[in-house]
């Protein structure tokens, strides 16, 4: 059994950056993709982003495309997620997701997750 424990979150400006990080304990995840989700207030929990096993590929949704970038460190058993420039609508609980497979399902569904880490983002 994997357990995500998400770091980083906090209350910053519109237009600054913050990095999450996601440490993985109970087995390595070197063979798993991973991802990020992230979940608003009154709304579903919606895919962020997904890396490889590798990291040599990765998915975003495209309200987060070229400002977020995921990535990933096996020696350390962590993944990380670097948000520029937010928004406010990037306010929400953010969650680390872990994948059974090496590449993400079409679906996005996830097999394990973190408790999540709250991102505020005031203008």
């Known amino acids: 059994q994997v357990q995500l424990v998400e770091s980083g979150g906090g209350l910053v400006q519109a237009g600054d950056s913050l990095r999450l990080s996601c440490a993985a304990s109970?087995?390595?995840?070197?063979?798993?993709?991973m991802g990020w989700f992230r979940q608003a207030p009154g709304k579903e929990r919606e895919f962020v982003a997904a890396?490889?096993?590798?990291?040599?590929?990765?998915e975003y949704a495209d309200s987060v495309k070229g400002r977020f970038a995921i990535s990933r460190d096996n020696a350390k058993n962590t993944v990380y997620l670097q948000m520029n420039s937010l928004k406010r609508e990037d306010t929400a609980v953010y969650y680390c997701a872990g994948y059974g497979v090496r590449i993400w399902p079409r679906s996005k569904q996830a097999d394990y997750w973190g408790q999540g880490t709250q991102v505020t983002v005031s203008s």
């Open positions: 890396i490889s096993w590798s990291g040599g590929s990765t």
């Open positions: 109970g087995r390595t995840i070197s063979n798993y993709a």
